[in-house]
């Protein structure tokens, strides 16, 4: 099916269910199993783990361990202390991207917060780097980050991140004026295209091209509350307004915008599972819901299809060159171009009918000639079908709906 896999590596800390530290005694006394750190000082795993209390005294059960951010049910795994571990990881990180499984990359847990300084954190990465492209140069080695990524982008280390700061905050705040958890919200960065155009376009040079263009593009994920929610402005958790909520007076229409921008934006765009299909949810638990098998919303999975099709069509929006050409409060319009494909991409998160005037000559559209409409979303939906917009002296000029997205191509002669 040319389906690729990617496994999730927590390489910062285990569970404290582990074998490794059992410290909910669930391998103790059975059979097949030495015992867990937490169980006894003479464990094999004892050195995986950093105890502030050492004495023999303190086993068995010994409860002071690191976690990870001070959490005891996530015990921090101590690299520094063992060759063992360390070995061990790599091997995995070896393991899994060669025959027979054959997966095609890993995405790190946490990646800046391994080990306990930042000289032992990226000596450890270009270990593992070195690892894992041996045994598979095309295995892909995205981090979980927030904040700047560039000392890891090196090219001896990670090969791209998961896209909050360049991707999926710009685009919420800009959107929705929501922060990504729902546990905020700022009315003055709704629309506010101009903030949207200097923290992109910031966090965006902290990128080299090559990180930029496979960089994880989400709206939402496991860790923060559903997109489709944050449309509706609640500020708040499941565990204070209930999962009701997270389903009360959502836009779809900007929804869609979102889709569009994900879509077409430089990077890899990722669909957390649901997304498609209408799933709500406050962060997490609640937007770990399941698949709403058999009542999926039909409008906007395929509005996803549509959009999935014409970003695989047009090789522009996966390597093409990126130009910002009209911003304006909740107004956005930019292009992407790569050789003879051209594309347009411009968004009207207004409440009313928009008039907006595009240079699309800035995207190497010739000063006189017709684009194609690709597709057009707005409140009540979207259409696909053909129309044709005039460039005159390198502007196109279009009206745009309420919440609208439209994605113009070159016309074909």
């Not at 582990?18 to 004892?46: L, T």
């Not at 070995?87 to 899994?96: E, H, T, V």
């Not at 565990?239 to 990077?267: D, F, S």
Request: glycine letters at 8%; proline letters at 5%; hydrophobic letters at 35%.
């Amino acid at each position: 099916r040319g389906m690729r896999i990617i496994l999730d590596g927590v390489f910062n800390h285990c569970g404290s269910f582990n074998k490794w530290m059992d410290r909910e005694r669930i391998y103790e006394n059975q059979e097949d199993y030495e015992p867990g750190a937490f169980i006894s000082p003479d464990s094999p795993y004892r050195s995986y783990f950093r105890f502030f209390k050492e004495e023999p005294g303190n086993w068995p059960y010994n409860t002071n361990y690191d976690g990870w951010w001070g959490h005891d049910t996530l015990p921090k795994l101590n690299y520094e202390d063992s060759m063992k571990l360390e070995n061990y990881i790599l091997y995995i990180g070896r393991k899994w991207v060669s025959p027979p499984y054959n997966v095609d990359g890993w995405r790190l847990d946490v990646a800046a917060d391994l080990g306990r300084s930042n000289e032992y954190n990226h000596q450890f990465w270009k270990k593992f780097r070195e690892a894992v492209k041996d045994a598979n140069p095309e295995a892909i080695i995205l981090a979980e980050h927030y904040g700047d990524p560039s000392d890891w982008l090196q090219g001896d280390e990670w090969d791209t991140v998961m896209n909050y700061d360049a991707f999926m905050e710009p685009v919420t705040w800009f959107l929705t004026g929501m922060e990504k958890h729902s546990d905020e919200a700022r009315e003055e960065l709704r629309g506010n295209a101009d903030n949207f155009v200097g923290s992109i376009s910031h966090h965006m040079s902290n990128m080299l091209t090559p990180s930029l263009q496979v960089a994880m593009n989400e709206l939402s994920n496991h860790d923060h509350s559903r997109f489709l929610t944050r449309t509706n402005h609640m500020v708040g958790r499941v565990e204070h307004l209930g999962p009701k909520a997270a389903e009360e007076y959502v836009n779809e229409a900007i929804m869609r915008e979102a889709v569009a921008i994900q879509m077409t934006w430089v990077g890899a765009p990722t669909i957390y599972y649901g997304d498609e299909a209408g799933v709500c949810g406050f962060t997490d638990p609640d937007n770990r819901r399941t698949y709403p098998w058999g009542n999926e919303n039909q409008e906007l999975l395929n509005f996803h299809k549509e959009m999935i099709r014409i970003h695989k069509e047009h090789p522009a929006l996966r390597t093409g060159s990126l130009n910002i050409l009209n911003w304006d409060e909740n107004v956005l319009a930019y292009g992407r171009f790569l050789g003879e494909d051209r594309i347009v991409a411009i968004i009207n998160n207004r409440s009313e009918l928009t008039e907006v005037t595009v240079p699309v000559w800035q995207v190497e559209v010739p000063m006189k000639c017709r684009m194609k409409r690709l597709i057009y979303s707005y409140s009540d939906g979207y259409t696909i079908e053909d129309e044709e917009y005039l460039v005159d002296d390198g502007e196109v000029v279009v009206n745009m709906g309420a919440h609208s997205a439209l994605i113009l191509g070159m016309k074909e002669a």
